[in-house]
Structure formats: structure tokens, C-alpha cells
């Protein structure tokens, strides 16, 4: 079975350059504390088209298990969808902090305290696995 891999990590520049809107600047009177757009929310259709094709590599596996596949070539697909997965990860982490971390130091106070390290412990989640 071959895999697509995933495109790297990166994407383009718009949350650098600020493009993005303001974490959680509109979110409505009463919304949670991370509702409103986000720092992916200016590339949601490619992250959704990549998701759904991690689904698809994770299907392949269920396919694999199905037809008694051997066991090595089952473990080379999950060694893909796992790297897909923390590829993933990471430009959302990336994005995370260009988008609402920076936000957060225009800001200053106790939001930008806050933010470093909601984004510290996403980072140590992501170590873990």
C-alpha cells in the first residue's frame, strides 16, 4: 500500500503578516474564552483536505488488518500516519503561535502569560506522544 504523504509543515505567510484576524478579538458577547477565529482559521479548507487524507491513510490501515497484511508493512503505515499526524501538529502549534501567542504580546499583561503557557503545555503534549 503507498501513502500520500503529508506537505510539509510551513504553509504560506498570511499569519505572519498578520492577515489572519485577531484571536479571539470578535468572538460574540458570552462566547467561550477560545471561540472566534483562530490563527488557522485563514487555512481551515487545506487543513480539513489534509485531515481527510490522514483519514484515508488511517482507513488503509483498518484495509491492512482486514486482509492480513503483514505485520511490518502495517507498522510502515503507521509510522506514516503518525509523522502525518505530528506534521500536522506542528503548523498548528506554528500558527498558534504567530496568530493568538503574538497577539496576546501585543497585548501584554496576564494574556500574554496565559498564552505561553497554554502553548508550553501543548508543546509538552506533544513531546509525549
Known amino acids: 500500500m503507498t501513502t500520500t504523504e503529508a506537505p510539509p509543515a510551513g504553509g504560506d505567510d498570511a499569519a505572519a503578516t498578520g492577515t489572519a ?3 479571539h478579538a470578535e468572538a460574540p458577547a458570552g462566547a467561550g474564552e477560545h471561540s ?3 490563527g488557522y482559521s485563514h487555512q481551515k479548507d487545506q487543513h480539513l483536505k489534509r485531515l481527510r487524507r490522514i483519514e484515508g491513510q488511517i ?23 503518525t509523522k ?6 506542528l503548523q498548528l502549534l506554528q500558527e498558534h503561535l504567530r496568530h ?10 496576564d494574556e500574554i502569560d496565559a498564552k505561553v503557557a497554554e502553548a508550553s503545555a501543548a508543546i509538552a503534549r506533544l513531546l509525549r506522544t
Open 100 to 109: 493568538c501567542v503574538a497577539q496576546a504580546a501585543v497585548k501584554g499583561g
Open 59 to 81: 482507513r488503509g490501515l483498518q484495509r491492512m488488518v482486514e486482509e492480513d497484511v503483514y505485520c511490518i508493512d502495517i507498522l510502515t503505515q503507521v509510522s506514516a500516519g
Open 21 to 23: 484576524a485577531a484571536c
Open 36 to 38: 472566534g477565529p483562530h
Open 84 to 89: 502525518a499526524l505530528q506534521s500536522f501538529a
